[in-house]
């Protein structure tokens, strides 16, 4: 247990076949992969092939061993790339929409700003901790958990993860089709746009990681300027002098509540955050990965969310703002940017700001889905991409009418079973592994008679949802101690997930390791 990375990385055995109930047995890539019998066999041999040729990055769920790490990622302009692909993925239309729950929920524009800000940051600074494990293990984030959670839990966090993933799809569609169909003034439906915005999300996952990689390396600037262009034309616009609707008890709760939005919307990723890691170079420095990820990821959901926030504010003082709000948010866009001409591009690009969110999120479901079990691993990645894809179609359409329903609803309850992963895995790494790499085996990382048992994981996992059902307030439950802030609740879930969470895991992994000796 106590080896070196360095000799772990030397000794580094492939498994050569799936014979056990193992999520991500090793599938050794091109020539030395096992043959399979019939069709299974057929579609390897195509990814295999498709990767030679276009690069599909047939290598999927298996560990990433440091010499076969991809060059791009070694050098300056890929480590920039961390910061690139959080701002070209999460500065969108989506993270814009958020910005509206304050208003919403009754929160003035002073509160929702800082409510936005604050919970941007803990849930960034959080996701940021968990990406910094990619590439010293070389591992996708639902393997990583099998050390802390055990093997069994750990599938469960990879279903949760699909569903996830689906949904911010689903959001990035229904806001890149609204924006298409208001920049086509509604010859183009807004069903038509979430196709359009899919497909093209669809074909850079199809590729792989370092095709989203390169995607939002070359727009992240773009659309950078279009939300400072924006925040620039409306912020004089901005109500400060209006009371909040939500007063006492009820304001605290409604603040709550939108906490637990804006933190969901960026701690969220935690759960896969390893995921887009893998390729690093081992030695890559931890504090440049953790800066890089949480200033990307915070800039960018906090700009977009600040700048909704302001224009919600002003709705109930133009007629037209409001009109156009209800119309959708890409014909809102287009009434606050002037001339109209620029809001017709800004338009236009902003319906690719759909597919910088879509295109990761459909990559790492489709990880996700290899690794909730054996019998699913052994199935190509890219044609889990091409299930994602259906799945995320019939979702956006079916939810394109109740966006911002659906974002509350959605954002909030991600951050609950986020929080307990968080906890988790800091818990074990800096209490029971000393905080070191060097005290993973990461060669038993598809081993489960070497991981933990899980039964520790599994336990706390249960006691953290406890927590978050008790203290969630949505539009469709609100817990009994959310019920007692305000008039409508106010959602603590996630603070009781926490505490819950860190309560049961340490002592019961304790007695884990002296029972089970892992």
């Known amino acids: 247990m ?27 890539a091109g020539p030395s992969r096992p043959s399979k019998i019939g069709f299974l066999e057929k579609l390897r041999n195509y990814e295999d092939a498709l990767d030679r040729k276009l690069g599909v990055e047939s290598h999927s769920i298996q560990r990433q061993l440091p010499e076969n790490r991809d060059s791009f990622y070694a050098g300056w302009s890929g480590q920039l790339s961390m910061f690139a692909f959080w701002m070209g993925g999460c500065m969108n239309l989506s993270s814009f929409a ?16 800082l409510v936005i800000v604050f919970g941007c940051l803990v849930g960034s600074v959080m ?33 949760l993860n699909v569903v996830q993933e689906i949904g911010w799809c689903a959001c990035g569609s229904i806001t890149g089709g609204q924006a298409l169909s208001a920049f086509s003034g509604a010859k183009v439906g807004t069903d038509i746009g979430v196709i359009i915005c899919t497909v093209i999300s669809f074909v850079f996952s199809f590729f792989g990681l370092t095709a989203c990689y390169r995607f939002a390396k070359y727009t992240w600037f773009i659309f950078a300027v279009i939300f ?26 409604a603040a709550l509540t939108f906490f637990s939005i804006m933190y969901g919307s960026s701690v969220c990723c935690a759960c896969y955050a390893s995921d887009f ?36 504010s002003a709705l109930p003082n133009s007629e037209e703002w409001n009109e156009q709000y209800n119309a959708g948010i890409g014909f809102l866009t287009q009434a606050v940017v002037y001339p109209y001409a620029l809001a017709q591009i800004m338009l236009f690009l902003l319906m690719f ?9 459909l990559y790492s479901a489709s990880l996700s889905i290899q690794q909730s079990t054996q019998k699913l691993a052994v199935v190509p990645r890219f044609i889990w991409t091409v299930i994602c894809f259906a799945a995320v179609i019939a979702l956006s359409l079916a939810g394109s009418d109740q966006l911002l329903i659906f974002l509350q609803d959605f954002l909030s309850i991600l951050g609950y079973y986020a929080t307990a992963v968080f906890v988790c895995l800091v818990a074990e790494h800096y209490l029971f592994r000393r905080g070191s790499f060097n005290n993973y085996d990461l060669e038993a990382w598809n081993m489960p008679d070497k991981l ?4 520790t994981g599994g336990l706390a996992l249960i006691c953290g949802m406890v927590g978050a059902v008790l203290g969630m307030a949505t539009t469709w439950y609100t817990g009994v101690v959310a019920k007692r802030i305000g008039d409508f609740g106010g959602d603590v879930g996630n603070e009781l997930c926490f505490l819950l969470t860190l309560i049961v895991y340490v002592p019961a992994r304790s007695l884990e390791i002296r029972l089970s000796g892992r």
Do not use: H
Request: hydrophobic share 40%; aromatic share 8%; glycine share 12%.
């Open 452 to 455: 933990p048992v899980g039964y």
């Open 127 to 159: 996701t940021g901790w968990c990406a910094m494990m990619g590439p010293p293990t070389g591992l996708r984030q639902v393997s990583i958990c099998r050390y802390s959670l055990g093997w069994y839990p750990a599938k469960a966090i990879a279903i």
């Open 277 to 312: 890691y893998v390729g690093y170079p081992v030695n890559i420095s931890k504090i440049k990965v953790f800066l890089l990820t949480s200033l990307g990821l915070f800039l960018s959901t906090s700009i977009c969310a600040v700048c909704g926030a302001v224009i919600a």
């Open 98 to 113: 958020t910005g509206f729950l304050g208003w919403e929920l009754g929160l003035d524009l002073r509160q929702s700003i």
């Open 353 to 361: 700001s759909a597919v910088g969110l879509s295109c990761g999120s």
């Open 2 to 28: 106590n080896r070196t990375a360095n000799d772990i990385e030397k000794n580094e055995r492939p498994i050569v076949g799936i014979d056990s109930d193992s999520s991500s047995e090793e599938l050794p």
């Open 228 to 253: 400072f262009i924006m925040l620039g034309e409306t912020a004089s616009f901005g109500d400060l002098a209006t009371p909040p609707s939500a007063v006492g008890a009820t304001a605290s709760g």
